[in-house]
Nanobody, 124 residues
């Protein structure tokens, strides 16, 4: 499974960005998808997750109400819409795929497949 994350960039505080994660696998709908982020000097942390069918989502408390995760299984793509961005959201964002669990998990160990990351920079 190969994952390609894109959509990062420079945005002003209060602005929005939309990230995409395209998978090169024929059975994309068999994987729960998670978005994680890692800022310099910090551990990689869970941001949001979505179940295989897209009916169940979960969010870190820090992004709930501002970020929205979604997926289009026909396009083998997951998305992370990020609104009201602030300096604390600046990080490299990674998408990851979990073949074992139907609903998304927040622990990194549940995800054996990872994309290369896309950088989000927030200017004040």
């Amino acid at each position: 499974v190969q994952l390609q994350a894109s959509g990062g960039g420079l945005v002003q505080a209060g602005g929005s960005l939309s990230l995409s994660c395209v998978a090169s696998v024929s059975t994309f709908s068999s994987y729960a998808i998670g978005w994680f982020r890692q800022a310099p000097g910090t551990e990689r942390e869970f941001v949001a997750g979505i179940s295989r069918g897209g009916t169940s989502t979960s969010y870190a408390a820090s992004v709930k109400g501002r970020f929205t995760i979604s997926r289009d299984n026909a396009k083998k793509t997951a998305y992370l819409q990020m609104n009201s961005l602030n300096a604390e959201d600046a990080a490299v964002y990674y998408c990851a795929a979990d073949p074992r669990n139907v609903v998304p998990r927040s622990n990194r160990s549940a995800y054996p497949y990872w994309g290369q990351g896309t950088l989000v920079t927030v200017s004040s």
